[in-house]
């Protein structure tokens, strides 16, 4: 028995060990409510482990009655009968059991003494076998009581007393965390832009901070409304190192050191680069008051080919 005791023993503390080891890694992550479902997965595991020890050693203690009743049976058969100091040793050893070994046998095995069986056994007989009107065991009864208890607790913590996140709002949870991750992921995707895959950006939030970046860091030479001072007037349709969204990134990126511009890749992130870019780009035409006269090489955007037609869907430029 003491072998087996052990083997359960480290069953149970391994499973103790994996529960406790992922309530901890959940409440580290979780806030507010979340906390404590996390506490009742620790709970729920422990209490599976429990049930499963339990469960074994019921098992193993069963074995063991239903082989000693066997040998009793069949020593009945062939007309053996204990010697009376067996007997009267096994009285004593009863009466020498601990106060918790008695509780343990009345209130959570509740055994019927072979003796007695004649007590409770059923009138009806099948095929020479007779049945008997055990009652349930304790330990069978006391946990239905204990998930009766907890099905209470369950309940009110999370649908009365409303201290538990109802399914409505663990869904909105998810959601949330759901949102941020999506929007971690595309601004990972965002900064994975460079002059060979930029596009131009048409949505008017993203304008509007390439508009705030250009009046910021670029309006000093470039001017306000992009009319040119220092550097190119960028409202017109000639351009000093090639027009278009891929060659505006690719000087923003890299800069024009032999011309002043410095690099703006260390300052900037590539989308920010491709917002500052997309909105350059919707200046072309604008015409504002005291422009620069035109610098550069006349820039024509060539039209996008149509489906179909065997060419590239990329649109390009071309210096004439």
């Not at 209470?152 to 949330?176: C, K, L, R, V």
């Not at 410095?262 to 604008?286: C, E, N, R, Y």
Request: glycine share 10%; with cysteine.
């Amino acid at each position: 028995m003491k072998p087996v005791r052990n083997i359960l023993l480290l069953i149970l503390m391994a499973i103790g060990e994996h529960g406790w080891s992922q309530a901890v890694e959940g409440a580290a992550g979780a806030a507010g409510s979340a906390l404590f479902p996390n506490i009742m997965t620790m709970v729920l595991v422990s209490v599976a482990a429990i049930l499963f020890i339990v469960a074994m050693i019921y098992v193993v203690r069963v074995n063991q009655f239903l082989y000693k009743r066997v040998l009793e049976l069949e020593a009945a058969k062939a007309g053996v009968t204990l010697p009376k100091e067996a007997a009267e040793a096994v009285a004593a050893k009863v009466q020498q059991e601990s106060f918790w070994t008695r509780m343990r046998k009345k209130y959570w095995e509740d055994p019927v003494p072979i003796e007695r069986e004649a007590e409770i056994m059923f009138h009806h007989e099948y095929d020479g076998i007779r049945e008997l009107d055990n009652r349930l065991p304790p330990w069978w009864v006391n946990l239905f009581i204990l998930t009766v208890v907890w099905s209470a607790i369950y309940m009110f913590y999370y649908h009365w007393g409303g201290g538990g996140p109802s399914s409505t709002d663990e869904y909105n949870q998810e959601m949330e965390r759901a949102k941020k991750e999506i929007a971690i992921a595309m601004a990972g995707a965002a900064n994975a832009v460079d002059e060979s895959n930029v596009v131009a950006l048409k949505e008017s939030a993203a304008l509007a901070e390439g508009e705030l970046i250009f009046k910021n860091l670029c309006a000093a030479c470039h001017g306000q409304l992009g009319e040119g001072g220092v550097g190119p007037n960028l409202t017109d349709d000639y351009w000093l190192h090639g027009g278009g969204i891929k060659n505006v990134f690719k000087v923003i990126k890299y800069g024009v050191p032999e011309k002043g511009m410095i690099s703006w890749q260390s300052q900037l992130t590539p989308s920010d680069m491709q917002k500052v870019a997309s909105f350059i780009l919707t200046l072309h035409g604008t015409n504002p008051p005291n422009g620069k006269d035109p610098q550069g090489e006349l820039w024509k955007e060539e039209p996008i080919p149509q489906e179909g037609s065997g060419q590239t869907s990329e649109s390009t430029g071309s210096i004439n």
